[in-house]
RNA sequence: GGGGGCGUAGCUCAAUUGGUUAGAGUACCGGACUGUCGAUCCGGGUGUUGCGGGUUCGAGUCCCGUCGUCCCCGCCA
């Protein structure tokens, strides 16, 4: 059927435009049919118009109208005129105007939705994903998407800008266990042999730089077979980038000039640069966590000191094993509940810390506290000291291993803030986290692992304990984090043979499965590699951030259910036995089934 | 792998201590209506209470198992 080609958009048409004839198409949101005259309200990308059918107008189109119904494809045509007097609608864009049709066509009429497509309604997930096609179609959906599309196009420019080539690096890849699990791709030309989808471009732009490359950047989609969360999906896209000389501080200005252009030109938002700067070991201690939230207080401190010579047995046995007291204020927080406490204290408990102690500062300068008894004078006036804290406020302290207490309190900090609501709506608190240690020890695995990965170089200033103490050489790795969220990774990289050996070693990587694995790369960083460095930065947290959503789910077209199913699709699904047998892959059932 | 929440009509939800024929709003269907914009008015319930088993005279409700979905821990170089 041919179909009446529009004139203009849903959204495009004001005041001015009341002369003209217009030929409009999109969705029939809503009907509200009056018998004599029918309006419907219609949807495109752009906005929404009032289409007024009255057989005065158009006696075909008016009985036609009687047909529609919700979400039927159509085109309108007929005049633009001011509203009548006192039907003028502030609440939308188009409200001073209507068009009064004379035509009608159905292009295609739709099934009832099975949920109206509008903002407000509160859908479970299920049945958004199922019908994603028509959860996108809200307009808020659509607003994510566009965001989405300026995004990635500024952030192309603003790179192509600063001297930046787009290029493009292989999906079916070399599969590099070590780091998340990879998703694998059996190879039909070679039986018994596998691609692994790129968990990052990280190798390859490695050696884009030894090419002479200099300035690398890419949208890059990054697999990882992990378990999913709400700021986690299997494929997700990075802002990956690469640069040759370059030091730490040659990325931040990039990343910066990056984000401040970002949230200038779609948020409205001054950032204030440079940004801020911690160190691993301060995130740890005043905020348990390497990706603290600075959108608000309850800072961590160490008070160890002050219970040197306490009475209290538990805070005596802690110190003298190498433990830690570490605690932080709740302002107002003195009138808490013994149940909140005992819950809190739970919280604690779960999150692996013996317990958590409290001292409740009431008004008039009396004490609550299990501990009252083993509090001495001098020990309160020091902890008001440090905690900058008075009457109405709450103490709450943990006495453990120094990872312990920071991971415990870390949470305990992120939970009363949101418990007490204490984090503001509409700021926007980065930081850069630095010196990151190189290496973790791995308890059960008895052997160091790299914290960023294995391509990291350690800092120029403790080459010398790669040798003697490996657990304390700092990294040049840093992580861009914004309101407690990691929205990248990156790092300067290690550009010599001899010490990527070295840092293999330490990874109890041994010369040939080095060479086996990463053979490629050590023989790249031997042909003229430079000295280069880099970051990548998760677009879709990013977008999630700005757009003040909960979930990147909601910034993704069709994402992966934590179950990694595709409701739309239904993928991952059963194939033909033939397929399988081109690849030379037998499935062999989990047991018990 | 573990902990927690949810699962009742297309959608969002209700249903007393385990009690009779599982309701409401909305959507949908039929009718009326020439200025609405969440149109209104009249009429209509369209259901495998996720699935399977158990307890009971009787189960949406209790128990066991299972599936799905969400949040978190582990995991995510």
């Known amino acids: 059927m041919e179909f009446w080609k529009r004139s203009h958009l849903c959204g495009d048409l004001r005041l001015p435009d009341k002369t003209s004839r217009v030929t409009l198409s999109g969705w029939v949101r809503r009907r509200r049919d009056h018998g004599g005259v029918i309006f419907i309200d219609l949807c495109d990308r752009t906005g929404l118009t009032q289409v007024v059918f009255s057989p005065e107008a158009g006696t075909e189109a008016h009985l036609t109208a009687q047909e529609l ?14 509203r009548p007097e006192g039907t003028v609608n502030p609440k939308i864009a188009t409200g001073e105007i209507e ?58 420019r603003y790179l192509d800008e600063k001297g930046f080539w787009e290029i493009e690096t292989p999906l079916l890849t070399k599969s590099t266990p070590e780091g998340a699990r990879d998703y694998l791709v059996p190879s039909r030309v070679h039986p018994g042999k596998f691609y692994a989808l790129p968990q990052s471009p990280q190798l390859f732009k490695q050696m884009l730089m030894v ?81 603290p939230d600075l959108r608000f207080g309850l800072e961590i401190r160490e008070v160890g000191e002050i219970f040197r010579e306490s009475s209290f047995r538990v805070f005596r046995e802690t110190l003298e094993a190498g433990g830690v007291i570490r605690g932080l204020a709740v302002p107002g ?30 008004e008039g300068g009396a004490l609550k506290s299990p501990i009252k008894k083993s509090l001495t004078e001098g020990e309160l006036v020091r902890l008001r000291e440090v905690f900058s804290c008075g009457e109405g406020d709450c103490l709450m302290l943990v006495a453990d291993r120094p990872e312990t207490a920071a991971t415990v309190l870390g949470r305990l900090r992120l939970k ?93 990587i041994g010369p040939e499965e080095a060479q086996s694995r990463f053979g490629f790369l050590l023989e790249a960083l031997r042909h003229g590699a430079p000295p280069h460095g880099g970051i990548a930065l998760g677009l879709d947290r990013l977008l999630m951030l700005m757009a003040g959503l909960n979930s990147i789910r909601d910034v993704i077209t069709f994402p992966k259910t934590q179950k990694a199913v595709c409701l739309t699709t239904g993928s991952p699904s059963e194939v033909d036995p033939a397929q399988l047998q081109d690849l030379h892959i037998a499935f062999v059932p989990p047991p018990g089934e």
């Not at 009608?104 to 199922?130: A, G, H, T, W, Y």
């Not at 009138?335 to 409290?358: I, M, N, Y």
């Open 69 to 82: 119904r919700s979400e039927f494809v159509v085109a309108v045509r007929g005049a633009v005129r001011p």
């Open 99 to 156: 068009v009064f049709a004379d035509g009608l066509q159905i292009i295609n009429p739709s099934l009832p939705p099975p949920f109206p497509i509008e903002d407000e309604e509160d859908l479970q997930e299920e049945v958004r994903l199922r019908y994603r096609y028509l959860d996108l179609r809200r307009p808020a959906m659509l607003k994510n998407l566009h965001l989405r599309h300026r995004v990635a196009g500024r952030a192309r």
């Open 211 to 291: 090419a002479g490359v200099d300035k690398y950047f890419q949208l890059a989609r990054c697999l990882r077979d992990e378990d999913l969360r709400a700021d986690r999906q299997p494929e997700h896209t990075q802002i990956d980038l690469e640069m040759s000389f370059v030091e730490p501080e040659n990325i931040f200005e990039v990343v910066e000039g990056l984000v401040e252009v970002l949230f200038r030109e779609f948020r409205g938002v001054e950032v204030t640069r440079p940004l801020r700067r911690m160190t691993y070991a301060e995130a740890m201690l005043g905020y348990g966590s390497d990706k």
């Open 333 to 362: 927080g003195a009138s808490l509940s013994l149940k909140q406490l005992e819950d809190l204290t739970g919280f604690c408990r779960e999150a692996g810390a013996g317990g958590l102690l409290w001292i409740l500062l009431k």
């Open 416 to 508: 009363l803030a949101a418990d007490l609501k204490l984090i503001p709506k509409d700021r926007y608190e980065f930081l850069w986290v630095v010196d990151f240690p190189l290496l973790a020890y791995n308890e059960e695995e008895k052997r160091f692992e790299a914290v960023h990965h294995p391509f990291t170089s350690p800092h120029p200033e403790d080459l010398a304990l790669l040798e003697t103490d490996p657990a304390r050489v700092r990294s040049r790795a840093y992580d861009l984090v914004l309101n407690g969220t990691e929205l990248g990774g990156g790092s300067i990289r290690i550009h010599r043979q001899e010490v990527q050996q070295k840092v293999f070693s330490l990874l109890n």
